[in-house]
């Protein structure tokens, strides 16, 4: 059976892929879906608001305010996931290369300062980009993170070995209780290696 087998990752995590997990991360939580949904209405109305100024009394003070506020919002938006991952990637890189083991267990992580296991009970939901995919606890803020590069993969055939895995473990993206008493150890901050900060 797929389920039955695992799937190996190594790498050295980037900057990118980082911001790329937490960009997921903001886009599939239910908050984090929220606070997008409202930055960039936010975003919007402060440009109607600027069209409007500018068809009606044409580009004065006021109007150049208005724009100085807008690009501010747009620019904290983006800054804020950025400076994010720059502080992630610090952490990450100090636990040196990744060597992953995905299988009908969980995921076993193995890194030159970590070594860690997470049942799938631990995650409720997931996301797939084009270059990662991303597991994320199943709180309304997704604060537990796992970012896996696909170039971590050996084999082109595995990316879709991992999606079915993650499909058939987390029930297509549904939160999923693991059995009682088996939650004590995925609790453990040590399971989330790129958001959770703690000495190895």
């Not at 070995?161 to 995925?186: D, F, K, M, Q, Y």
């Not at 901050?189 to 900060?197: D, G, I, K, M, V």
Request: glycine share 8%; proline share 4%; charged share 20%.
């Amino acid at each position: 059976m797929t389920a039955d087998t695992s799937v190996k990752l190594t790498y050295v995590v980037t900057w990118r892929e980082i911001s790329e997990g937490l960009k997921m991360q903001m886009r599939h939580s239910p908050v984090g879906r929220w606070c997008y949904r409202v930055l960039w209405g936010l975003c919007a109305l402060l440009a109607l608001l600027s069209v409007a100024n500018l068809l009606t009394r044409g580009v004065d003070t006021a109007g150049l305010e208005v724009w100085r506020l807008l690009l501010t919002v747009c620019l904290i938006v983006i800054a804020i996931r950025w400076l994010t991952a720059l502080a992630l990637l610090a952490y990450a890189r100090h636990l040196g290369e990744h060597r992953v083991t995905v299988d009908a267990d969980g995921i076993s992580t193995v890194s030159e300062r970590h070594t860690h296991h997470t049942n799938w009970g631990f995650y409720g939901r997931s996301a797939e980009s084009r270059r990662v995919f991303v597991l994320l606890t199943p709180d309304v803020w997704g604060t537990g993170v796992m970012v896996l590069p696909k170039r971590g993969l050996s084999d082109p055939q595995d990316s879709e070995r991992l999606r079915s895995l993650i499909t058939e473990h987390l029930a297509a993206g549904s939160p999923r209780r693991s059995a009682p008493g088996s939650r004590g150890e995925s609790h453990d901050p040590a399971s989330n290696p790129y958001t959770e900060r703690q000495e190895s």
